[in-house]
């Protein structure tokens, strides 16, 4: 079974859920490394989401997806609002018209959103972003298509590698962002992003567990 709309809306409400119950732990990594609002950015982002979802629920995947993202870009400063507004943007572009996904359409607009963070944010892998955990993620998900993986196993490798792209960021200096600032002292400390990144794909691939 392919991911349908409805699947895509429980996804966005259920990451709406998730960032709440998880603002004060992406809220103290931040504090570690950047400016302490992480968690209340994405929350104040994801709340005005599901205010706007019922407007567009009877619509396209892509016109879904380009709301949550013009949303997002509309009520969440700083850094990661624009970043996470473009990643749905982008993915919406890829799911125009769309009614429901393949592996090879979640993988296609994943991807053309990694382009897009790394376009519009210009960090590459390693310099402790967001991008460590959206590169492997859509890398598992290239590499479970090529071994004919069904989607369900394919979306839990490819949260699974993004998990360890979050791990991964903890002993890196950063090079962008506002922990860059720190220099050396930002090493130690898991990316915030990063870790949403991570917490937004765990629940893509629990909502659709049952699509195989
Ligand atoms: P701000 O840094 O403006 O306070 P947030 O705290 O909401 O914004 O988001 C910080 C996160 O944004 C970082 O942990 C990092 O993952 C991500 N980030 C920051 N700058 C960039 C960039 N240039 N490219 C990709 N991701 C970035
Ligand atoms: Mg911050």
């Not at 706007?52 to 509309?74: A, Y």
Request: glycine share 10%; proline share 3%; no cysteine.
């Amino acid at each position: 079974m392919p991911v349908y709309r409805d699947d895509v809306i429980a996804w966005i409400k259920s990451v709406a859920q998730m960032i709440a119950e998880n603002s004060s732990y992406l809220t103290d990594l931040d504090s570690a490394i950047g400016d302490a609002d992480h968690g209340a950015n994405m929350e104040r982002g994801f709340k005005a989401v599901i205010n706007k979802l019922p407007e567009v629920s009877d619509k396209d995947i892509g016109t879904i997806f380009k709301t949550v993202g013009m949303t997002l870009l509309s009520t969440v400063g700083g850094a990661g609002g624009p970043l996470y507004g473009t990643w749905f943007l982008q993915a919406g572009m890829k799911t125009a018209g769309k009614m429901e996904l393949t592996l090879t359409d979640w993988t296609e607009a994943l991807e053309a959103s990694l382009n897009g963070v790394v376009m519009r944010g210009k960090a590459e892998l390693g310099d402790k972003t967001m991008v460590d955990a959206l590169t492997p993620a859509v890398n598992a998900l290239k590499q479970a298509i090529q071994e004919n993986q069904p989607i369900h196993v394919a979306l839990t490798l490819s949260a699974n590698s993004a998990q360890k792209g979050m791990e991964a960021t903890t002993p890196l200096i950063a090079r962008k962002g506002r922990a860059s600032y720190l220099g050396e002292r930002s090493a130690g400390h898991q990316d915030p992003g990063a870790t949403s990144t991570y917490l937004i794909l765990k629940v893509a691939a629990e909502t659709w567990q049952k699509s195989i």
